[in-house]
């Protein structure tokens, strides 16, 4: 063989090599592979296929996958609303939602991700909420927490596009008022708990008065005592009562 068909050979040979490495990097390049939790449609050219794609490696050419989370999630929202007492409420949500598999493709035909989804329903769910809050008082928001879980469940979950997802729970984190309706809160609540005190003191003195007559000399004094020292005579009372059985 001469030297110029030992050229070409050669040429041939790096051809054909250079064919089999661009072959081989199309065909890694073509591949890609869809984890266990996400739902994947092709994408090819702008054009979303419709066909679901296996969980595992699939061949997808010069397409991309869109992809989507399939698992249960928890989506946080925090709520600025007002009260129908015009107190300022701050309501955290915590929304339980997982994806329908037979609407994944609608999804991923309507939205280009679900960060815009998100942001979307987030609008919405304000709208809800705010409105079932607004029908109640400050206190009243307090005393009905699970009544009004429920309300803002019901009303959510009639949002049109709410479709794509299964809506599995509702659960109201944490609910905060202004600064100054706390504190008047905790006031209030002082003033019922020393309302019951004193309530119970004078159903013990009433108490002491009906067993008057089976109470010992001595525990009588001790009554007398501690009595004029604070007024609570609830211990006492019963000290003498099982002294006496």
Same mark, same amino acid.
């Given at each position: 063989?001469?030297?110029?068909?030992?050229?070409?050979?050669?040429?041939?040979?790096?051809?054909?090599?250079?064919?089999?490495?661009?072959?081989?990097?199309?065909?890694?390049?073509?591949?890609?592979?869809?984890?266990?939790?996400?739902?994947?449609?092709?994408?090819?050219?702008?054009?979303?296929?419709?066909?679901?794609?296996?969980?595992?490696?699939?061949?997808?050419?010069?397409?991309?996958?869109?992809?989507?989370?399939?698992?249960?999630?928890?989506?946080?929202?925090?709520?600025?609303?007002?009260?129908?007492?015009?107190?300022?409420?701050?309501?955290?949500?915590?929304?339980?939602?997982?994806?329908?598999?037979?609407?994944?493709?609608?999804?991923?035909?309507?939205?280009?991700?679900?960060?815009?989804?998100?942001?979307?329903?987030?609008?919405?769910?304000?709208?809800?909420?705010?409105?079932?809050?607004?029908?109640?008082?400050?206190?009243?928001?307090?005393?009905?927490?699970?009544?009004?879980?429920?309300?803002?469940?019901?009303?959510?979950?009639?949002?049109?596009?709410?479709? /794509? =997802?299964?809506?599995?729970?509702?659960?109201?984190?944490?609910? !905060?008022? +202004?600064?100054?309706? %706390?504190?008047? &809160?905790?006031?209030?609540?002082?003033?019922?708990?020393?309302?019951?005190?004193?309530?119970?003191?004078?159903?013990?003195?009433?108490?002491?008065?009906?067993?008057?007559?089976?109470?010992?000399?001595?525990? /009588? =004094?001790?009554?007398?005592?501690?009595?004029?020292?604070?007024? !609570?005579? +609830?211990?006492?009372? %019963?000290?003498? &009562?099982?002294?006496?059985?």
């Amino acid at each position: 063989m001469n030297k110029k068909a030992q050229m070409e050979a050669s040429s041939i040979l790096l051809i054909i090599g250079a064919l089999v490495v661009i072959t081989l990097l199309f065909c890694a390049w073509g591949i890609s592979i869809v984890q266990y939790n996400e739902y994947a449609f092709e994408r090819e050219f702008g054009k979303l296929y419709q066909d679901q794609k296996e969980i595992g490696f699939n061949w997808i050419g010069f397409g991309t996958l869109d992809r989507v989370n399939n698992q249960v999630r928890n989506y946080e929202m925090t709520v600025t609303a007002a009260s129908k007492d015009m107190q300022d409420v701050g309501i955290i949500l915590n929304l339980n939602l997982r994806l329908k598999e037979d609407q994944a493709y609608n999804f991923l035909l309507n939205y280009k991700d679900e960060t815009t989804y998100m942001q979307y329903l987030n609008n919405k769910v304000q709208e809800k909420v705010k409105t079932v809050i607004l029908k109640y008082n400050a206190g009243e928001i307090l005393n009905n927490r699970l009544v009004i879980s429920k309300e803002c469940f019901d009303d959510i979950s009639n949002i049109k596009e709410l479709v /794509y =997802f299964e809506f599995n729970d509702l659960a109201i984190v944490n609910i !905060k008022f +202004s600064d100054e309706f %706390s504190k008047s &809160l905790e006031r209030n609540a002082q003033v019922e708990i020393e309302r019951q005190i004193l309530v119970k003191q004078k159903d013990n003195l009433q108490l002491m008065k009906e067993n008057m007559g089976i109470l010992d000399i001595d525990t /009588y =004094f001790k009554y007398q005592l501690i009595e004029k020292w604070d007024g !609570k005579a +609830s211990l006492l009372i %019963s000290d003498a &009562l099982l002294y006496n059985k």
